[in-house]
């Protein structure tokens, strides 16, 4: 399974864990402080395409068409 960047919760409960520094890795150092305290994951089915690599990007716009 991949993360798709794309999450949902309480702000404060977000800003309550976010670490002091400019650099830090969301996956590594805010999510799991959050697991358990109405952070939910879901499963999707389906293609994914990984728009930061340019020949994805490309593949994109047929993949999502």
Same mark, same amino acid.
């Given at each position: @399974?991949?993360?798709?960047?794309? +999450?949902?919760?309480?702000? =404060?409960?977000?800003?309550? *864990?976010?670490?002091?520094?400019? =650099? ?5 150092? /805010? ?8 952070? +939910?994951? =879901? *499963? @999707?089915?389906?293609?994914? /395409?990984?728009?930061? *690599?340019?020949?994805? +990007?490309?593949?994109?716009? /047929? *993949?999502? =068409?």
């Amino acid at each position: @399974m991949i993360s798709a960047g794309a +999450y949902w919760g309480r702000r =404060a409960d977000f800003r309550a *864990v976010l670490p002091r520094r400019p =650099a830090f890795s969301l996956e590594r150092d /805010v999510l799991p402080t959050l697991a358990g305290s109405g952070l +939910y994951a =879901a *499963v @999707m089915r389906g293609p994914f /395409v990984d728009i930061g *690599v340019p020949e994805d +990007y490309r593949r994109a716009e /047929v *993949v999502l =068409a």
